[in-house]
């Protein structure tokens, strides 16, 4: 019996129409709100042709990939109640979650900025990403930091 490999993206997504990517569905999936796909694919769409005119000679798809991978955690806390003592426990994350978080965290970094269309603040906070800077590399950084400064509790882990 042949050895599956494990997809990240999860089972029955297919791959989106201009970049035939599997991560790009996802995360249109993701960008989508109350069911309108065509919108979120629209915006996605425009936030990439302004990231391929912004930055010249970089593929837009690498530099999504690129920002999808800077942010990823490697390792995050949870909560682990031990006697009557809750301690932030540091684990390390596994690939799925790893890209929800990234997913999620960009996306509340793009809808945190204020003042321009969803498609600026993406491709603007896609950008930031790429360049290790932005709200979304702030928040894994976070995490990160407030792993190791738990790592003293690392043995409660379960």
Request: one cysteine or more; charged letters at 30%.
């Amino acid at each position: 019996m042949a050895v599956k490999s494990t997809k990240v993206t999860g089972p029955g997504i297919k791959p989106d129409s201009r970049y035939n990517s599997v991560l790009v569905a996802k995360f249109i999936n993701c960008i989508m709100r109350d069911g309108k796909k065509s919108t979120a694919e629209k915006s996605f769409y425009t936030a990439m042709d302004l990231i391929g005119q912004r930055s010249a000679g970089m593929d837009p798809i690498d530099v999504f990939e690129s920002a999808i991978r800077n942010v990823k955690p490697m390792v995050e806390v949870k909560s682990k109640r031990v006697g009557g003592a809750t301690y932030q426990v540091p684990i390390e994350v596994n690939r799925k979650r790893q890209q929800t978080l990234a997913f999620r965290w960009l996306l509340q970094a793009t809808r945190a900025r204020k003042g321009r269309p969803f498609h600026e603040k993406l491709a603007a906070e896609l950008i930031d990403a790429y360049n290790k800077e932005g709200n979304a590399i702030r928040t894994r950084e976070n995490t990160h930091r407030m792993a190791e400064a738990n790592k003293a509790f690392a043995h409660f882990a379960w």
